[in-house]
């Protein structure tokens, strides 16, 4: 059974970054693909980014303009999610999730598509 642990949220001033940690357990990470979400209160999750297991190109939401990069640190069996130029908009609940299958990459943005989901993880950014 996988588990995944996500770690390094708290309050971050606005333009600054953050990185968040998704510790995982019970299957390699380079063996999984690996998301983000969010969720902000009152509002539905939405994706952020992912990685297919293959690695490769990721995929982000649109309006992250590029400032959120994924990835695995294969030796410490997590991932991770750096945030740059953070804003007041970024405030939510990030979730990890992975999937054991091969999602194509449409399918990437679905919360659907991963069975294995952390418990979350809150940012706050604000003056």
């Known amino acids: 059974q996988v588990q995944l642990v996500e770690v390094g949220g708290g309050w971050v001033q606005p333009g600054n970054s953050l990185r968040l940690s998704c510790a995982v357990s019970?299957?390699?990470?380079?063996?999984?693909?690996m998301a983000w979400f969010r969720q902000a209160p009152g509002k539905e999750r939405e994706f952020v980014v992912a990685l297919k297991r293959s690695g490769g190109p990721t995929t982000s939401r649109d309006s992250l303009s590029g400032r959120f990069t994924i990835g695995r640190d294969k030796e410490k069996n997590t991932a991770y999610l750096q945030m740059n130029s953070l804003g007041p908009e970024d405030t939510a609940t990030y979730y990890c999730?992975?999937?054991?299958?091969?999602?194509?990459?449409?399918?990437?943005?679905?919360?659907?598509?991963?069975?294995?989901w952390g418990q979350g993880t809150q940012v706050t950014v604000s003056s």
């Open positions: 019970g299957r390699t990470v380079s063996t999984l693909a």
């Open positions: 999730a992975a999937s054991g299958g091969s999602p194509i990459t449409s399918s990437l943005k679905y919360a659907s598509t991963y069975e294995f």
